[in-house]
DNA sequence: GATTGAAGTATTGTTCAACAATCCAACGAG
DNA sequence: CTCGTTGGATTGTTGAACAATACTTCAATC
């Protein structure tokens, strides 16, 4: 109690930026590791493996794991460990229906386009092309990720765009568990173009009418995908 | 990798409620002190007081933060500890920002009006009335916050749900840094019956613009308080 | 007097090692 | 084949130690 005045200092915040801490770092790498599919859904994340390979102390990677838990990428069960989440059909339905929550509203509702963050739905289009061009079909779904990521950001909420951006992690998880995320995304690119151009003209209704089609369609291949899984059982 | 088959098991998910760890307790309780104001805004969490005054160990009680870092209740600074949240005016802005993102949409959309969801909205006025006539005001906001996680909750999104949560804890903070937190949630209650009243009609249409100037006057009232507090300095 | 710089101190960052608690697999009895 | 028991492996939590950093203090200088 001597040491400082225990205020937090109301002045320089977000100077410069403040460097992660271990934990963090690690949390990034899995995040990462988690995402790119390095470790498959289901998976069991060893403590005593990563606290190896990765050169920190057990204290430090659960301190890690507590962020990845709290983002549900991975789920933790007490006394058996964490294992890269599984998501579920039920998953699939409540991610959709929390996108539609964010992306219908944010797009029919921009009142003011907010410029910036429509120049970044247009950028987003631009990386998907690209990616297709180049036959690198993960980039494909990236791109896509960020267009919808963008999507929500016409929200103007710097909260709004980190839930997003967890909901589209935890989507990405969804990718994984199916075997097929070749071409998968390439008919929605075209489909993101449209909407991107309905946007830009102004046309928010028309816009947000596509955005819902095209996630009910989405929604539906991939439950249908899941339940097509699950009902046979690969083992 | 002989004790298990580094799996996660498919089906008996979430029969017994996974009792939760140490790290999730003390977040648990550091979460409700936080919110409700015993550690005011800006103030310092001493990890060796916290250490003895829950009877933790450090390590343990470093994840608990971890925790609440992420629910920006706390922020955490580099070598110098962890502090309650202080909102700034931007952080309010934030704040409504999001919440018209989900409440709104949630009331005027919402298709099918889920009987046991709209039934919480109910709840949710009564217990605010209950609350005014017992002169027990911090618990006339607490309804009101039920009121309006009742409204996001029409969305039919466990997630959507949880991350109300936190914008709505958020907001708590942001009248702790008031000194009012008196009667200033008494003339929403009428408000809130209002729009209930509006919703079990099945105008929703009416029951969301009727949100939208709710949410405008309070933001507006909540930033002027603030600019107020900030501009003399009351140091 | 105000600013700068250099100790010294307090607090956090991280690791390590130990033990308790629990789960899992394998085994054996009925 | 089913059901307990046992043993091994992994996680849960603690405590202490040391390194790294920020804050305070105080003296020196302009």
Excluded: K
Excluded at 69 to 83: A, N, S, T
Excluded at 152 to 181: C, K, N, Q, W, Y
């Amino acid at each position: 109690m001597t040491a400082t005045d225990d205020r937090i200092g109301r002045p320089n915040r977000r100077l410069l930026p403040p460097l992660p801490s271990q934990a963090e770092r690690v949390a990034e790498l899995l995040r990462e590791a988690v995402i790119d599919g390095d470790h498959p859904p289901g998976g069991r994340l060893s403590e005593e493996r990563l606290c190896e390979e990765l050169g920190v102390s057990r204290n430090t990677l659960r301190e890690a794991f507590r962020l990845l838990v709290r983002e549900r990428l991975v789920v933790h069960q007490m006394h058996r460990g964490v294992f890269v989440t599984l998501p579920t059909a039920e998953d699939v339905r409540d991610l959709f229906a929390a996108r539609r929550s964010l992306e219908l509203p944010a797009v029919q509702r921009a009142a003011d386009p907010a410029p910036e963050a429509l120049e970044a739905v247009g950028r987003a289009v631009e990386e998907g092309g690209a990616a297709r061009d180049t036959g690198d079909w993960w980039g494909v779904g990236t791109a896509n990720m960020h267009f919808h990521q963008a999507l929500a950001g016409l929200s103007g909420s710097a909260r709004i765009d980190e839930f997003m951006s967890r909901i589209l992690a935890e989507t990405r998880l969804v990718f994984h568990v199916m075997d097929a995320p070749r071409e998968f995304h390439a008919p929605y690119l075209d489909w993101n173009r449209r909407i991107h151009t309905l946007l830009v003209s102004g046309d928010r209704t028309a816009a947000a009418s596509e955005l819902e089609t095209y996630l009910d369609t989405s929604e539906e291949q991939l439950i249908t995908a899941f339940l097509a899984r699950e009902a046979p059982g690969p083992a």
